[in-house]
């Protein structure tokens, strides 16, 4: 294989094949398969125990798979030990050497690799600069404020240029604020360099705020992987959907392949599914997506075609500042929210009348849920 | 806290300044007593002593019956710490880092010989000793110093080690240093403190260790614990001061390191 081929075809950075790994009778990482792109930001989103930071540490080496393979660049790295990955990594904790500068905590992974001194010291100087610590080099790592450490350890791990940075929750420790800005600074970062980044985090904000793709993680698989839009918008499972911003679960019974029946209603849908007429299957529709209208409003807008129309109760309305949600009850007892932009919306007192309306574009179908999936739903 | 300083009435508070006083007083003043008789020139070591001399230093230092006790005791010392802390170290490692079944266990084994009465171990390896014909040597005193002493280091070390963060050693492993290059330039300076003070201890475990040392000494070969015990049978004089007074001052000399190692510690 020649330079060109390599550029021509964007064969896939890092390869996961079957990938698993059991602590006794407990499966942590479940025949996961996943190819990391070469630049891309991926983070793997789960809760705690998905098994999302037991795949980060086999690929780092820290944890022997079971069974499976993971490739880098075509080579398999199981029998290659961490040190001689030649991967980059970022702790939790930042984990930088409290006893040693910040010059000399970047320039060890160059010093272990036996860098000519000359050289090793360029290529510190170059990145202190890139990441502006240079007026830090002589500090200690305890002198350094929680972003500065981030940077001092993204530092670390990208001198010796390694193909892929991975990234253990860095941020988890941090409050909302400083969290943001370091998020900020984090993709601006990667913009700047162009390196693949696989991050791990359970906090959905920061996966949206951070990835091109969100691998979602549930019970040692992946369950979704995809752009935030595309999750969120057209979420694969009802388990994604519930998982990653709110939403709304309505039972619904097939009629056709683009109808279905919502207790007396008849629904439009969007989808153009496969399934059988009079299956029950699970209708999503996110809480921005549903239009709360008075019945005043409802006789003077038309319902535009595509558009979906039933009634409700409003059981109360809290005003957030920039939304207003509305939790509503259909005469036939389903619990809905809406939350729509406080400003465009009349107030709406509890127990009166509403006409609830949402685009088929907006909603989803699923033919297969557990009730577990969908339990979170809407509950913040 | 319920039983805070402030809290406290004035009598109580009073009353646990004077118990405090006390307990302190009862610990150190037979240390201060031994010191002051050292100086005096009472042949009887009375209290208080009705002159000072230094007769009793001169006495100590020109036998060298003590200062071969003196120098027995240091090198017996020395070499019981750093072979106790070597020992100590990848054993602390096992037991911190292994996943091994029956680790708790070994973890009480190790440190058996601070909860067995000094005497049984010494008679146990006195009968061992003596069947090899080894008795009076170094080998066994150093050997028999270890037992007593490794625990010390043991624990000192093992404390340090689990209050390391393991993943400051993985990010150099992932920095591309070796597992054991990982240990030897992240770890072993980061839990320094614990390895020194650990090895500072064994020191001292050695160095006022006497009931063993006994069955180990030989007329030749005998350390200061053990001269100051065979001289205080035959008669009483104010040398033994001297000699208490040497073993108190390198004591408190390695509690002042000790110390010392720790403050740094926990400057990090």
Same mark, same amino acid.
């Given at each position: ?51 999302? #930071? ?110 892929? $940075? ?38 959905? &904000? ?64 969007? &989808? ?8 029950? !299957? ?15 409003? !409802? ?82 | ?14 009353? $646990? ?7 302190? !007083? ?39 019956? *003590? ?97 390391? &963060? ?23 300076? $980061? ?15 050695? *160095? ?35 000699? #208490? ?24």
């Amino acid at each position: 294989m020649g330079l060109q081929t390599n550029t021509m075809t964007q064969s896939p950075l890092v390869c996961l094949r079957e990938l698993n790994k059991e602590y006794g009778n407990f499966t942590a990482v479940d025949h996961i398969n996943l190819d990391i792109r070469k630049g891309e930001f991926l983070t793997f989103l789960g809760s705690s125990g998905s098994g999302k #930071s037991t795949t980060l540490s086999m690929i780092a080496g820290f944890e022997t798979p079971t069974s499976g393979e993971i490739l880098l660049n075509d080579t398999s790295l199981i029998n290659i030990p961490s040190h001689k990955r030649g991967i980059g990594m970022v702790f939790q904790h930042y984990s930088l050497f409290p006893h040693m500068s910040v010059r000399d905590n970047i320039g060890f992974p160059l010093d272990i690799r036996k860098v000519e001194k000359g050289e090793r010291d360029k290529k510190v100087d170059e990145i202190l600069n890139l990441v502006q610590l240079g007026a830090f080099a002589d500090r200690r790592p305890s002198m350094l404020s929680g972003g500065q450490k981030q940077r001092v350890a993204i530092a670390r791990a990208l001198v010796y240029e390694p193909e892929i $940075l991975l990234m253990d929750e860095p941020l988890g420790a941090l409050d909302k604020k400083l969290r943001e800005d370091l998020q900020d600074e984090l993709r601006l970062l990667h913009k700047r360099l162009g390196i693949t980044i696989v991050y791990v985090t359970h906090d959905q &904000d920061e996966a949206m705020r951070l990835s091109e793709r969100i691998a979602i993680f549930k019970e040692g698989g992946i369950v979704g992987l995809g752009t935030g839009k595309d999750l969120y918008r057209k979420p694969p499972n009802a388990f994604v959907a519930s998982f990653l911003g709110n939403s709304n679960f309505l039972k619904v019974n097939v009629t056709g392949p683009t109808s279905a029946q919502l207790d007396k209603h008849h629904i439009i849908l969007d &989808d153009l599914h496969e399934m059988p007429i009079n299956q029950q !299957a699970l209708l999503m529709i996110r809480p921005e997506n549903l239009q709360v209208l008075t019945h005043q409003q !409802a006789e003077n807008e038309v319902l535009l075609d595509g558009f979906n129309q039933i009634s409700g109760t409003v059981n109360e309305s809290v005003f957030l500042g920039e939304s207003l949600t509305c939790s509503i009850t259909t005469p036939s007892g389903h619990q809905l929210i809406s939350k729509n932009i406080a400003t465009e919306q009349p107030d709406l007192e509890p127990g009166s009348t509403v006409f609830i309306r949402w685009n088929s574009k907006h909603s989803s179908l699923y033919s297969k849920w557990e009730q577990s999936d969908i339990n979170k739903n809407a509950s913040q | 806290m319920l039983l805070s300083h402030n809290s406290l009435g004035w009598k109580l508070k009073y009353s $646990l300044y004077v118990t405090s006083g006390a307990i302190a !007083a009862f610990l150190v003043l037979p240390i201060i007593f031994i010191v002051f008789l050292s100086f005096g020139s009472s042949q009887w070591l009375i209290f208080p002593p009705p002159a000072w001399t230094l007769k009793w230093y001169i006495q100590f230092f020109n036998n060298p019956e *003590w200062i071969d006790a003196a120098i027995t005791s240091l090198e017996v010392a020395c070499l019981t710490s750093i072979i106790a802390t070597l020992i100590a170290m990848p054993a602390s490692f096992a037991l911190v880092r292994g996943r091994f079944k029956g680790r708790d266990y070994l973890y009480s084994f190790f440190t058996l010989p601070m909860m067995i009465p000094v005497v049984i171990i010494a008679v146990a390896l006195y009968s061992v000793f003596l069947t090899l014909g080894l008795t009076g040597t170094m080998f066994a005193f150093v050997v028999s110093h270890i037992i007593v002493a490794l625990p010390f280091a043991i624990i000192s070390i093992i404390n340090s080690l689990r209050l390391f &963060d393991k993943s400051i050693e993985d990010a150099a492993v992932i920095c591309g240093a070796s597992r054991l290059q990982a240990i030897f330039k992240v770890t072993f300076p $980061l839990i320094k403190p614990g390895i020194v003070s650990g090895a500072l201890f064994a020191f001292l475990a050695s *160095w006022d260790e006497v009931v063993i040392s006994v069955m180990m000494a030989s007329p030749d070969l005998q350390t200061l614990p053990v001269k100051m015990w065979s001289t205080l049978r035959q008669d009483l004089t104010p040398v033994i001061a001297v000699a #208490s007074t040497a073993l108190i001052i390198l004591s408190l000399f390695i509690m002042i390191i000790a110390s010392f190692v720790r403050k740094q510690s926990n400057r990090h």
